[in-house]
């Protein structure tokens, strides 16, 4: 869940799941007050089959960054299974309202060896201390 102010209204963004997991997608709503929210479409939805986000998109954090929105979010390609291995991904959009899926994603992936499931705001920032830049792939 993430709560972000921007010009005149707080933007929510959500995991939302509205009948079966696999359905996962990010959910965005508006409020004025925090109290009163308006549902707006899904801010991103999974990828297609076989895509490392084709089964569902979880644990999100949204970002503003001289002007430019930057969400960070994990992908899962299948059910939770043995074997899974989870990727970050990275939408951006200018306005908040349409994003864009970066076309290199995952930007970081598990690795089987150390495998230990992400969350997108460790990855980032782990990653790199010098912000914005893309998640690189982190060993122990």
Not at 9 to 37: K, N, R
Request: some cysteine.
């Amino acid at each position: 869940l993430t709560i972000i102010w921007s010009g005149d209204a707080y933007h929510l963004f959500t995991e939302q799941c509205p009948f079966e997991p696999g359905l996962m997608s990010i959910g965005h709503a508006v409020s004025l007050d925090l109290y009163e929210w308006e549902e707006l479409p899904p801010a991103i939805e999974r990828g297609p089959e076989g895509a490392f986000d084709g089964y569902a998109l979880q644990h999100l954090d949204v970002y503003i960054h001289v002007g430019k929105w930057y969400m960070y979010y994990t992908g899962l390609e299948r059910p939770h299974e043995p074997g899974q291995m989870p990727g970050i991904g990275l939408a951006t959009s200018d306005d908040g309202l349409n994003w864009q899926k970066y076309d290199g994603n995952p930007v970081l992936r598990a690795d089987g060896c150390y495998y230990e499931l992400a969350t997108p705001r460790s990855a980032a920032y782990a990653a790199s201390r010098n912000w914005p830049k893309t998640a690189r792939s982190i060993t122990t």
